[in-house]
Structure formats: structure tokens, C-alpha cells
């Protein structure tokens, strides 16, 4: 039913079309007049470098185009040409340019997305749990991680929203959202096209062309980018490399103006990810290793390396189409239409023990489709109040089918499906009291019915052909409902000084366990709720120094309720009173409190034009108020809060300067983060009962970056040299801590790489 009033909204929306009077396009003339412009535009720039930062970037941060100085959000903006210059490859980059933001692969996925911001998200990517921080490309929200690590490609601006987002963008928004924008279309003819080349192989091209088919009428784009990269290490055991990059992405849009005041967007997007698992490495040595092959397993000594005995699987394929209608229905109301459909298959094989020996083997294969609806209605008449309305429709299934060996003697799978179905009205708005004074407020409901299916069980062998065990076997329903409202106020202290205050609410979906162990813990077949987050927060956006300062601030104070964990948790399947098996349990674990400070900074020197300093600093304090003995063994089923670093920073020194005819830019960067917890562990140490079991942690570390950029006075052609982690740094980004199978392992982050891209544009 839902779908038929869908397609006939579409239909009545495309029904207005033909009544409207046909737009003219820029003449040939005109298209020439513009990219001589163009042109001296970039050769005065640089030959005459300016004193002042700019301010101008527009951001869509509350779905309405406003200067980023202007909008009460704590918000982040990272442009294209920041992330060609620093050579980005993909979204886990970011991690230094945005404050309180964590992020990295999942698992041992080069391409599954794993996103922390202020401490809060979620590190689990099976089906049955939501992230906590909102992915969308080109406004529409992407379900799952698999795949959503995306690559920078055909980029306008990447939008990084921090605080609950629950009001405008809905569900699993608790954390914040992160907003790719791919680069828009015009009548012009414009093209790009780059080659990369560097350390462990790298070879990546990247290419792209857009303009008018029609001039005013019809537009369209293509782009792909072809990633590539050799091993950081190599499996000991196989000869083969570990943690290398494989990854084939396209592009292709089209846009139709059938008249002055409409816009017709169609866009699809395919990646393949076929990179070799990236590699796991050892912390400690497995004991088991001695009873199965004879010797021990110490750690490695480079970082990089592995010793699976599992065959390397590794591939996502994932896809995505949408259509955007964008209608001026008059000096006031602007219509917006956004439909999509989403699919990813990923197959993956994960030797969590990283021997020969088949301690802990998991064979596992994902799949989801998503299609989703949003209609906005968009007011602003000049006055006193502005604000967007609308109605969001999301209809999803993911599911999966997960095969474990233990020991080589237990074999057990982990299958099932989740669907949701999502409905939301939400409005946002903002009424000028006075030519300074702005109320702002907002009101999202959702209503959200999720269907969890699963059957694991326990099998004879590894052709996991005859069950002898089953541990859960349920078909369950669940309606989650929300309410998340936003209430603020803005304050213009001068034309450059703004002031803001905002009490918001934001959730993560509930759910249900699917590797629940029914037989031991009936209550983990039961549905988890929902996390709900409120957040009170004072912020400062301002220009200083003769505008050549940008300096924006911003502190909250949140209130973090039913944390969603998933814990890996040991217990006695034979009743002799050690522990000899495990489960992975998932549930709300107890309440937090959230508070923090960030700053952001960007200052050009008023004197020496070709100088600047940029950076953050965020601080952040993330204390449980209690946890929940869910399994009453007298230990807590969490100790702390993952991802939640307490000091974090970067700055950078930024040189601005023309020469050899042209522009030259660089920048020298150094990042810090403390210590950071980066599992979730439950019940006593098998090792010591007595003990706790206690999580990974990453020790604090600092990074050093640097590039260097020469771009050509008319503006086609660029050289640039990348240099990441020059330091040759050291650092887990994500691990597992099961001793009860010997299993303490993780995954670093890259190592040095130096890298040159010779790049054209047209």
C-alpha cells in the first residue's frame, strides 16, 4: 500500500511537469565567455592572494542551502579540492579533520564502514543492529556498512554533522551524519582525469566528465575511479598479500530541466570491492596453537602480517539508484522529491585465531536492499520564519548467513533476516524574534515495525549439513515508535559573530540479537530497545581578526540512555563450572553521560598572504552512569565506552604562494589521540575468574602528514606529492578480545606512504 501511495505522489509530481514553460540554455558564446572567466579568476588568484578566510561555503546541513557561519548545527565541512590536494582516498581519512569523529574499516572489510562520533556509533555489522552515525550520498541514507566506507571520487563537499540528528534525518542519526555530495552538473563541459603512483604499488586513476547534452535542458555525467594497491603484509602461511586495495567504482548521473523552475536528478552508483582480506595480527600468542599444531603462535613481528589457514574471501559489490526532483513552485515553497533503491552482496572469510589451525574460522556472507522515500517542502518568503516540512518512507532487509568453526570441533551458523519498515513527518523551522534574536525548533515522529528471523544451530561437521543443536529459532515483531523534538535559539552578536544554544533528541533503532543463544539465555532472543540521546549545546560561530580568522566552538552536555552493546560473552555450556563457549550477545547495557568542548580554527595571515594555520581540538568526557549485570555472574556486561578518545586534535600549517606560473599549495599536518578503548568485553577472565575481563585499548599516538600541490596558472593541469603517517606510526584501530578461544587480535592503521598524482582538468 505504502509503495502505491509512493508511486502515485511520483506520478502527480511528474503530472506538473509538462505545464511549464522550457528553460534557455547558455549559448555557445556564453559557454566561452564563462571559461574565459573562469580562467583569469584562477590566474588572479594566484598572482593576488588574499588576506581574508573564506567564509562563504554553503552547506545543507538543516536540507535548506545556508552560509555554514550562519547555521546553528556543529557542523564540518571538508571541500573537494582539500581532499584532492591531501590526497583522500576515502572516508576513514577524515578521522583528523573532524573533531570527536572516529572512523575506520570494520572487521577485516577494507570497504565495511565503522563511524564514532562523541563516543557514540556502533561497531557491530551484522544485520541485526543500525549504525549509530547516519551515512547519505547525495541525500539519500545508506542502511548498512558494507560498502558504505566510500571512496573520494567525483566529490563536491563531504558535510560532517556532530550531535543527534534525530529531528531532520531520523533514525540511527544519534551520533551525528555524514553527507556526501557528489560534484554537480552545469552546461559547461568540464572534466577531470588523474593518475596516482606510489609506495606498495599504488596505481590509482580517476576520471570524470560532465556538461550539457541539450544546452539548458539536458545535462550528464560520467565518473569512475579504479583503486589500487599492494599488500601491507603478507600471509606467512599462503604466500599471499594481506590488507591490500582492489577496489573498481563508477558514476553516472543525469539531469533534466524541463523548465526554469524544475530539476530532474538521476543518479546510480556501483562499487566492487575484491581486495584480499585486510590482515589481523596477533597481540598475544594462542594457546591452542600447541595442541593443534604442535608449536606456539606468538605475535608477529611485523604488524602487517598474518598466518591464516583460511581461504581469503573478500568481496562487496554494491549499488545504488536514485531520483531527485527539485521543483520552485513559486517565489516561496520549493518541492523536493528524493526515491531510491540500494543493494549490496558481501562474502567475506574471517580467521579470527590467525593460524594454520582452525580455532576460530568464520565463513560469512551479507546481503540488504533498502528503497526509501522523502518528500520535503521547503518555505522561505524573506521573513521572519523559514523552515522545511516532510514525510520519509524506508523499507529494508538485510540479512545473512554466518558459518563458525571452533576448535575444529564445533560448528555452529548464525542465519537470518531483519526487515524494516520506517515511516516519519518531521519539520524544522527557525522565526526571527528580532533583526539578531532567531528561535529555532524542530519535531520529528517515526514510527518503525522490524521483523527479526533467525535459526542458529549447531552441526555435526563442516559441511554444516546436520544439525544437532539448535539454539535459536525465532520469527518476532517489534514497533518502535520516537519522538524527537529540537528547541534553540541563535543570536547575532554582530554580522560576523553568532551565538547559538539547542536542547536535541536523537535514537538508534532497536532491534533483535541474531546470534542470540536461546538454549543458555533465553533473553536474547528477546528485542532490544531503543538508544535515545539528549543533548544540550552551547556553540560560537564567528569571523575575527579583520575576518582572518574563522573560529567556531561548541560544547555539550548529553544524556546517553539504553546503550546498545554487543559483547562477545563466555559462559558454561557443560555445566563443570569453567567456561568453555562463548555467545555473542547483543543489549542495552546502562546509561552514559556525554559532555565535551570542540573548537575549530582556520587563520590566513593579514601580513604574510601565503601563510596559515588550521586545526581542531576536541575534548571529550564519556562516563557510564551504570551498567547491567544482564547474566547476574557479579560482572558488569560492559566495562566502558568504545571510540570515545578524551583529547583529540590537529593542526596545520598551510602555504598559499604563486610560482612557476602558477599556484603552489601545501601543508604540513600533525594529529594527536589519547587513549582509546576500542572493544566491549563482558563477564569474568577466563583466565582468572576472579578478574574482569578488560578491553583492548590504543595507547595515545600522533601522526604526521604533509602535501605539496603545484597547480597550473590557467588551472588545467596539477602535480601533487602526498606523504601520510611520515612518522611510520603504530596504532589498532579495531580488534578481539576472546580468550576463552586464546583470541587477542586486531588490525593497525596504515603505514607511511608516499604517493605523487599528476592530475588534468578541462
Not at 575506520?104 to 541485526?128: C, E, H, K, V
Not at 559547461?188 to 596516482?196: F, N, V
Not at 606498495?200 to 570524470?208: I, L, P, Q, W
Not at 555525467?221 to 589500487?228: C, E, F, T, W
Request: glycine letters at 10%; hydrophobic letters at 35%.
Amino acid at each position: 500500500m505504502m509503495r502505491k501511495l509512493i508511486l502515485v505522489g511520483l506520478g502527480a509530481c511528474l503530472a506538473l511537469l509538462p505545464t511549464l514553460t522550457p528553460a534557455e540554455g547558455l549559448s555557445p558564446e556564453e559557454t566561452r565567455a564563462e571559461n574565459e572567466n573562469l580562467q583569469d579568476e584562477q590566474t588572479a588568484a594566484a598572482e593576488e592572494p588574499s588576506g581574508e578566510v573564506d567564509d562563504e561555503i554553503v552547506v545543507t546541513a538543516r536540507k535548506r542551502e545556508e552560509n555554514i557561519q550562519e547555521v546553528p548545527v556543529a557542523v564540518t565541512v571538508v571541500t573537494a579540492e582539500t581532499l584532492e590536494d591531501s590526497g583522500v582516498v576515502d572516508l576513514s581519512e577524515l578521522q583528523a579533520q573532524v573533531p570527536n569523529l572516529s572512523i575506520y574499516p570494520g572487521r577485516n572489510q577494507s570497504t565495511t564502514l565503522t563511524a564514532f562520533m562523541r563516543g557514540i556509533g556502533q561497531a557491530d555489522p551484522l544485520w541485526g543492529v543500525d549504525p549509530g552515525v547516519g551515512l547519505y550520498l547525495d541525500d539519500v541514507y545508506m542502511a548498512r556498512p558494507q560498502g558504505a566506507l566510500l571512496d573520494v571520487f567525483d566529490i563536491q563537499q563531504i558535510e560532517v554533522l556532530r550531535g543527534p540528528q534525530g529531528t531532520l534525518y531520523g533514525k540511527n542519526t544519534i551520533g551525528g551524519a555524514i553527507k556526501y555530495t557528489s560534484r554537480a552538473m552545469t552546461d559547461e563541459t568540464t572534466g577531470t582525469i588523474s593518475l596516482t603512483g606510489g609506495d606498495y604499488g599504488t596505481t590509482d586513476f580517476k576520471a570524470s566528465v560532465s556538461g550539457a547534452l541539450i544546452p539548458g535542458k539536458l545535462r550528464a555525467k560520467a565518473a569512475v575511479a579504479s583503486l589500487q594497491r599492494d599488500g601491507y603484509g603478507t600471509n606467512l602461511f599462503t604466500g599471499r598479500e594481506v590488507s591490500n586495495k582492489d577496489t573498481v567504482a563508477y558514476r553516472l548521473g543525469l539531469d533534466w530541466l524541463p523548465s526554469d523552475d524544475v530539476t530532474i536528478k538521476l543518479r546510480l552508483d556501483h562499487t566492487e570491492d575484491d581486495a584480499e582480506p585486510k590482515g589481523l595480527t596477533r597481540l598475544e600468542a594462542n594457546p591452542f596453537c600447541l595442541l593443534f599444531l604442535g608449536q606456539a603462535c606468538d605475535p608477529l613481528p611485523n604488524i602487517f602480517d598474518t598466518q591464516s589457514g583460511l581461504a581469503p574471501l573478500n568481496s562487496t559489490e554494491s549499488e545504488g539508484y536514485s531520483m531527485t526532483i527539485d521543483w520552485r513552485i513559486n517565489d516561496d515553497w520549493r518541492f523536493k522529491s528524493i526515491t531510491a533503491y540500494r543493494e549490496s552482496d558481501t562474502e567475506n572469510n574471517i580467521d579470527f585465531d590467525t593460524t594454520p589451525a582452525r580455532i576460530t574460522d568464520v565463513i560469512a556472507t551479507y546481503f540488504d536492499e533498502q528503497t526509501s522515500q522523502e518528500f520535503q517542502f521547503i518555505y522561505d518568503a524573506g521573513g521572519d520564519f523559514s523552515g522545511v516540512f516532510g514525510f520519509y518512507y524506508f523499507d529494508g532487509t538485510a540479512g545473512g548467513l554466518v558459518q563458525n568453526i571452533f576448535l575444529n570441533s564445533i560448528f555452529g551458523t548464525t542465519e537470518g533476516t531483519t526487515d524494516t519498515e520506517s515511516i516519519a513527518l518531521f519539520g524544522d523551522g527557525s522565526y526571527a524574534i528580532n533583526d539578531r534574536l532567531t528561535f529555532n525548533f524542530g519535531l520529528r515522529l517515526t514510527e518503525e515495525e522490524k521483523r527479526g528471523i533467525a535459526f542458529n544451530a549447531g552441526y555435526s561437521d563442516d559441511t554444516f549439513s546436520t544439525v544437532t543443536a539448535v539454539t535459536a529459532d525465532y520469527d518476532k515483531s517489534e514497533t518502535f515508535t520516537s519522538v524527537a523534538p529540537k528547541v534553540g535559539l541563535d543570536y547575532a552578536f554582530s554580522d560576523d559573530v553568532m551565538g547559538y544554544v539547542t536542547l536535541s533528541r536523537g535514537f538508534k533503532s532497536g532491534g533483535f540479537n541474531v546470534r542470540a543463544q536461546a538454549t543458555a539465555f533465553p533473553e536474547s532472543a528477546e528485542p532490544f530497545d531503543d538508544e535515545v540521546l539528549t543533548v544540550a549545546e552551547v556553540g560560537l560561530k564567528s569571523i575575527l581578526a579583520d575576518r582572518s580568522l574563522v573560529l567556531n566552538l561548541a560544547a555539550f552536555y548529553g544524556d546517553y540512555e539504553d546503550i546498545q552493546v554487543s559483547t562477545f560473552t563466555s559462559f558454561d555450556s557443560d555445566g563443570d563450572g569453567s567456561d568453555d563457549a562463548f555467545f555473542g550477545n547483543f543489549l542495552n547495557a546502562g546509561n552514559a553521560t556525554m559532555q565535551g568542548l570542540e573548537v575549530e580554527f582556520d587563520w590566513t595571515s593579514p601580513t604574510v598572504y601565503w601563510f596559515g594555520l588550521s586545526g581542531n581540538l576536541s575534548w571529550l568526557d564519556a562516563d557510564p552512569d551504570e551498567f547491567l549485570d544482564a547474566n547476574n555472574d557479579g560482572f558488569v556486561d560492559t566495562q566502558v565506552i568504545s571510540n570515545a578518545p578524551e583529547i583529540t586534535g590537529a593542526i596545520n600549517l598551510n602555504f598559499d604562494f604563486p610560482a612557476f606560473g602558477g599556484l603552489i599549495t601545501s601543508s604540513i599536518g600533525y594529529a594527536y589521540r589519547d587513549d582509546s578503548v576500542l572493544t566491549t568485553e563482558g563477564g569474568p577472565d577466563p583466565r582468572d575468574p576472579t578478574r574482569p575481563l578488560l578491553p583492548l585499548v590504543q595507547p595515545s599516538f600522533d601522526t604526521v602528514n604533509a602535501w605539496v600541490s603545484w597547480l597550473s596558472g590557467n588551472g588545467h593541469w596539477q602535480v601533487t606529492v602526498n606523504g601520510k603517517n611520515l612518522t611510520d606510526e603504530e596504532y589498532l584501530t579495531n580488534g578481539y578480545n576472546i580468550p576463552v578461544l586464546g583470541i587477542v587480535q586486531g588490525s593497525f592503521g596504515d603505514p607511511r606512504t608516499v604517493t605523487a598524482t599528476l592530475g588534468y582538468k578541462f
